[in-house]
């Protein structure tokens, strides 16, 4: 019986995560707009959006080939597979621990892969741009969140998400370490997910954009899978944010269906905060020039260094 | 309660180290000044939760110090000094700030190194002060080697002081009078190097060491 | 019985190279050399299989010096090399026997080639040190003879030489390693030499002999500066056994000296690879990000592999001077799956250039593109071999690469502050490395095979006969089968760490549902299988409903590309056009970069031109000053051939007394 509930709390959060990844997104569009002063759209309209392009037709390039076509399923795939994997409402789910979070960070660098492979597949200059400035990214994000990973680790003991968020539940503490890792992560959340400072999710057709580019030939329901898996992603990574660094109110995966509800709610909450900052922060900020994109994930590089050494000290005295 | 005061100096001493990182990377003089204000705010935080750690009430005098004549009398007059010589709007050049920070990464971690096994029998708190004030040492010695501006040199010296104040009020007992003394020849020197500057401002119409260098002829 | 089996399969593959060069006129001989091969060394990885009744076998042969004899021996590490190096050298001969039909002077390569794997076989074998370096240099010269069989071309001929100089040097370094082992009384097989206490200088020294012996011949940095010369000179099927095969030869060679014959190790000998390895794992990829020649570019991403095992060897040797067994077991065991990932995943990819080459006449990325579409099977292989050597999950490099990561998650145990906080920051080196590898990968992808043709050989590319296709599938087929069942894997490679480091890790085949864990389960756990079929199952329930609820339509039309309407496949984006921004930021620190842009003012309608100088730090500061003393000292020393006849008397004189002497002190 209890093999049965589990299996319908790993499903719930895969359908959970699914289906709040596109409102998360609306709810920041619409704080955004009520930021400026605008009324903006509801927050459900991304939804609507996603299902008006799966009922378009799709527009293909001349030389697109079955990388192309197979692309935005794989990424949709490996997006979602990582994002069922960070506890959401509650820890331990039945296959939480088929990945560690090295493998979650891994499966997100293949999605990356797929999409660049997908940027480069017509042969146009805009997908170049995309394609390799998302490479650039990439290898300087991917130290930094290792970084981040070491530090949590060695804190915790483990890499295991749900033995972290366990840990850090248990042991509420002060830690500058901790503190710094939470700042490198939150800068590499915002480089990862292109929002501004980094890239502009607003707008389409500039040079500077790097997400956008890989995806302007897209059309009908791959552009669909390819938003979506974008949204998964920042679903993931405010809910890995909330579940490291702020594990209040997470339930046990054996929990009684009260504690669940507790945990669901918490977590609705932690997404709601999470999204407000975020619409605050990107509306105070302008975009950086693309080249001052590595000085500002070599700070979160640094910040990473600088708390591994700060838990090497605190672990030695 | 024992664990959150370590925690809370734990944090405070961290914090300096990583603004003193921050010195290393900002390029605007008028930001440099702000960022070094925020070092000696700090610094003070730190030395007074010291104080009520160790329970030692002249360190409350030295953090009282710390925080009138670091953090508001001598920035206020290096700002005004800078408007002075017109230089407020620069931005330097600071070359390779990857290496920089990397270098920074690696003396951190040397000063840890060579620190925590040499305290091995002390209190854990004025261990981890002690290391991190070399680190803060180091860092104030490596940006004044990689900056032209005299005026950031300055800044950089009287970083490396506050990392000296760190440490000696990590270490118990550190009397009254060897901190007035210290803060004193700090004040000497820094109206000495101000009044240097002018002269040299006058003389050479720049304040930038590579064109100090070039009027000597030590550079093409 | 494998032991003789193995040594009788070797000599047979002596035989096969006499046989080339007897048979030579036959129009068949190519095939029929390679079919040999494929069976020669499809017995061998038998016999590495075989389960043996003792653990270990030794055997002497009376050739060879007539006090020494020939040991060769077979335990659990030679039979895992040997199976390494056997499916490596199957692999190749079977992908030979289509791509040899494209060389022009098959005679230059068929009596070599053979010789090349009975070569390596032997150094696995090899159980005292007369034995092992005449296999090294038999190897060596091999190699060296099939590196120059293009030798038309003045590029070839370079790296021939270059090859030759690095290998000789290797080669007296190993010399010295081996005569400082043997001690004075010049006791040079392995038993002996395991059993003699050695003084802590004299294991410094074998340490650094050992290091720039073996890892000049596998690519370490600094000594890596032949291998992205020679591994492309040589044919498709050479470069691979060179890049996938010889290279873990070395590998093996360093830990047979260094855990084997060294003895117990200090915290400090671990210093050495660590730094190394980190060295090449950077190095490496940032050079293979900017090469444009295909095989190039997979010769620098070689060194950066071979970074990671050293890193992963050093790892295992902090961990096992501690006497903590189970993380040096973890680290030692995470080394060899490496060495077994890479050797198939790189073959795969040499593969799968040598196609590009065959099938296109070109090696230079900046003048192929849209080969998707022309070799639909190639590309489909190679694209695998790129997500296996970019560490990506579900498939194979990821699962060594998880390992070495979970190995650095528990350097806070290790008492000596240098290695430390040195493990760490070995670990942002790897994961730098790593992130830059799959940048680097999508690179060489992206351009060659995706976009548009830049000319015409490659808009009449073709793909390779259905044995070059076969010998890439299997190859993917196993990296596949090796990323989803690595607890197979792992359980075979694990008792080596028993007898190398003096622990194992648990045996990952309890643990259900087939995954890993290597520490404890609590800890940290991974399970491929599972994870490649959540994969799976979320794309096709994602496609069907898509096509239950949405639109299943499609058409093809121009591309979009915002409206403009482009017909130059030359305005899309070339391999230097995607390195760009990592040349921007990270270039300058590893080699020195400069950009020169020479823009015509407005009215002169000549063309624009942007000239890129990379220069190779390492070259510049420490082979150039090396070789002009060199050059230096052997013209000053030129004197010596002008000499009138009593000046001569003179030096020989002064030579006899001088001994003298010596003599008498």
Known sequence: ?317 | MEHLTIDIAHVLAGALVLTSFMLLYQDRLSGLINIYTLHAVILSMSVAWQAYYQDAPHLYVTAAIAAIFKALIIPFSLRRIIERLGVHRTVEVVGGVGITMLIGIFLVALSLVVMLPATASADPLAREDIAFALAIVLLGLLMMVTRRNAVSQIIGFMSLENGLILAAAGAKGMPLVVEISVAFSILIAFIVIGIFLFRIRERFDNVDLFELDRARGERP | MPLYLALTCISALLAVGVYAIVDRRNPDISRNVYRLCIALCSILFLAAAMPRGANVLSTTLPFGLPWLGMHFRIDVLSAFFLAVVNLGGAAASAYAIGYGAHEKEPMRVLPFYPAFLAGMNMVVLADDAFSFLVAWEFMSLASWALVLTHHHDAENRRAGFVYLLMASFGGFALLMAFGVLGGIEGAYDFASIRESTKEGWKTGLVLALALVGMGSKAGLAPLHIWLPLAHPAAPSHVSALMSGVMTKVAIYGFIRVVFDLLGPPAFWWSIEPLTFGAASALIGVLFATIQSDLKKLLAYSTIENIGVIFIALGLALAFKANGLALPAALAFTAALFHVFNHSLFKSLLFFGAGAVLGGSGERNIERLGGLIHSMPKTAFLFLGGCVAISALPPLNGFVSEWMVFQAILLSPSLPQWTVKLLVPAVGVALALSAALGAGCYIRAYGVAFLGRPRSDSARTAKDPDRWSIGAMAALLTLCLLAGLLPSLVIDTISPAARDFVGGRMPTQAELSWLSIAPVAESRSSYNGLLVFIFILFSAYSARWVIHKFGSTRSRRAPAWDCGYIETSPTTQYTGSSFAQPIRRTLGVIAFSVKERLDMPAPGDIRAARLNVEIKDRIFDYLYAPLTRAVETCASSLNILSLLTIQEYLALVFAALVFLLVLVAI
């Open chain 1, 1 to 317: 019986m209890t093999f049965l509930f589990d299996l319908v709390a790993q499903g719930a959060q895969m359908l959970l995560a699914l289906a709040l990844s596109p409102l998360l997104i609306g709810l920041i569009r619409k704080l955004k707009a009520r930021l400026l002063r605008r009324k903006g759209p509801p927050i459900i309209q991304p939804w609507r959006d996603l299902i008006r392009l799966l009922r378009k037709e799709v527009v293909l390039a001349d030389n697109a080939s079955w990388l192309y076509r197979s692309a935005p399923y794989l990424i949709f795939a490996m997006t979602w597979v990582a994002a069922s994997l960070v506890p959401t409402f509650a820890t331990g789910l039945m296959f939480s621990w088929s990945a560690d979070l090295i493998a979650i960070i891994a499966l997100l660098g293949s999605a990356r892969f797929f999409l660049a492979l997908a940027g480069m597949d017509i042969g146009t200059s805009f997908g170049g741009i995309g394609s390799s400035r998302e490479a650039m990214f990439g290898s300087l994000a991917e130290p930094a969140t290792i970084m981040i990973v070491f530090t949590v680790s060695f804190v915790a003991g483990t890499t295991q998400l749900s033995e972290i968020a366990a840990y850090m539940a248990g042991n509420l503490e002060l830690r500058a370490s901790v503190g710094m890792a939470l700042v490198g992560l939150l800068i590499v959340a915002i480089a990862e997910n292109g929002r501004v400072p980094v890239d502009n999710p607003a707008t389409h057709l500039e040079l500077t954009m790097v997400h956008e580019a890989m995806v302007l030939e897209y059309s009908g329901r791959y552009l669909a899978l390819i938003e979506l898996a974008s949204a998964l992603k920042l679903l993931l990574y405010v809910s890995l944010i909330a579940c490291v660094f702020f594990p209040v109110g997470l339930a046990r995966h054996d929990a009684r269906l009260e504690a669940m509800a507790i945990g669901l709610g918490a977590y609705l909450l932690k997404l709601a905060i999470g999204g407000f900052l975020l619409a605050l922060f990107e509306t105070s900020t302008a975009k950086m020039r693309v080249f001052r994109v590595p000085d500002f994930l070599g700070a979160g590089l640094m910040l990473g260094l600088l708390a591994t050494l700060l838990v090497f000290v605190t672990r030695s005295l």
